[in-house]
């Protein structure tokens, strides 16, 4: 019991992991929020008159799938399209979700719906890369798993 809870104990402190967890979470990010962002941007240009709820989650959907495809184009430099598309498909998900789900409750927080402006932008990026970036901290450090890469 005692090795078991002892291992659970990392070392929250170590630069060079929170280093690589937040290149790796800023990868996430950039495919997130494209598809996140442009479902929103779409819908919103297009004045199109869907629940800020239905746009939200289709823009989390396309998020994830971007984040995905963006993935398997950086890993198909370094192994077969197939392996890359499997392995960035079976990359930390609970991340992927935590930072769009972050991302577009702090867009309906401060638009009041599914709306981008010039100022909350840069707000929706803080909090999605904010959100994930302990549990691939901890991804790495305990389980030697990057969320990308």
Same mark, same amino acid.
């Given at each position: ?50 629940? +800020?709820? *239905?746009? =939200? @989650? !289709? ?10 495809? &963006?993935?398997?184009?950086? /890993? ?10 499997? +392995?960035? *498909?079976? =990359? @930390? !998900? ?10 577009? &409750?702090?867009?309906?927080? /401060? ?28 991804? &790495? ?9």
């Amino acid at each position: 019991m005692e090795q078991t809870l002892s291992s659970l104990k990392i070392d929250w402190f170590d630069y060079s992991v929170w280093k690589q967890g937040s290149i790796n979470t800023l990868w996430c990010l950039l495919g997130c929020s494209i598809g996140d962002m442009g479902t929103i941007l779409y819908f919103q240009l297009m004045q199109i008159p869907w629940p +800020t709820l *239905a746009i =939200m @989650s !289709l823009a989390i959907v396309n998020g994830l799938i971007t984040s995905i495809a &963006l993935e398997t184009f950086i /890993l198909s430099k370094q192994m077969t399209l197939k392996l890359a598309f499997k +392995t960035a *498909a079976g =990359m @930390s !998900l609970i991340s992927m979700v935590a930072m769009e789900l972050a991302m577009n &409750l702090t867009d309906v927080a /401060l638009t009041g719906g599914a709306r981008l402006t010039w100022w909350v932008v840069p707000i929706m990026l803080l909090a999605g890369f904010l959100a994930p970036l302990p549990y691939n901290y901890w991804r &790495l450090k305990a389980l030697g798993k990057g969320c990308c890469h």
